[in-house]
T-cell receptor, first 115, second 111 residues
Framework: EAGVAQSPRYKIIEKRQSVAFWCNPI?????LYWYQQILGQGPKLLIQ????????DSQLPKDRFSAERLKGVDSTLKIQPAKLEDSAVYLC?????????????FGPGTRLTVL | KQEVTQIPAALSVPEGENLVLNCSFT??????LQWFRQDPGKGLTSLLL?????REQTSGRLNASLDKSSGRSTLYIAASQPGDSATYLC??????????FGSGTRLQVQP
């Protein structure tokens, strides 16, 4: 079974530039998550999709971050414009989205450096 | 707001030692608690998931316990090996499926 795919793996940009990350979840997984992990901290949820609808985006900085999940499969996360504090690893995860033992499977992440 | 704390932040032990990692959470209304492993430059791998009605789960040399009323969980690693070196993250699901994570314990097992 193929895992969660993310690209690019690394990205370096100047502040105020734009950047986009892509995620392909495990086939058949209804729920998709984007987490932000700042160095030395645990991941923090940015947005959660159930199929192609948003379940939770309460911690997404909507003035600069946007995300979409077209056709309930792949997802993109965009930052525009980037700030220095956006330097982090962006993790995508997916799960079946049902039951009390719904395990999340994580991709390798995209490491973003904002200069 | 749920907060998850992990102690210690870092731990270094000689190979073969048994060790305990601690996790505490502020809101006992959880669906489940999960322990993950994170290797440098890689994503997270799920190790154990304990449902709110369970007291413990075991997988090989790993044993995780849950005391929901006191807001605590422990991950016990028996006979540690250098390959166990990684960051271990505790996370809780409060019913919305999205996880709230602790900051992790960075474990180094010395040969």
């Amino acid at each position: 079974e193929a895992g969660v795919a993310q690209s690019p793996r690394y990205k370096i940009i100047e502040k105020r530039q734009s950047v986009a990350f892509w995620c392909n979840p495990i086939s058949g997984h209804a729920t998709l998550y984007w987490y932000q992990q700042i160095l030395g901290q645990g991941p923090k949820l940015l947005i959660q999709f159930q199929n192609n609808g948003v379940v939770d985006d309460s911690q997404l900085p909507k003035d600069r971050f946007s995300a979409e999940r077209l056709k309930g499969v792949d997802s993109t996360l965009k930052i525009q414009p980037a700030k220095l504090e956006d330097s982090a690893v962006y993790l995508c995860a997916s799960s079946l989205g049902r039951g009390r033992t719904d395990t999340q499977y994580f991709g390798p992440g995209t490491r973003l450096t904002v200069l | 707001k749920q907060e998850v704390t992990q102690i210690p932040a870092a731990l270094s032990v000689p190979e073969g030692e048994n060790l305990v990692l601690n996790c505490s959470f502020t809101d006992s209304a959880i669906y489940n608690l999960q322990w993950f492993r994170q290797d440098p430059g890689k994503g997270l791998t799920s190790l154990l998931l304990i449902q709110s009605s369970q007291r413990e789960q075991t997988s090989g040399r790993l044993n995780a316990s849950l005391d929901k009323s006191s807001g605590r969980s422990t991950l016990y690693i028996a006979a540690s090996q250098p390959g166990d070196s990684a960051t271990y993250l505790c996370a809780v699901d409060t019913g919305r499926r999205a996880l709230t994570f602790g900051s992790g314990t960075r474990l180094q097992v010395q040969p």
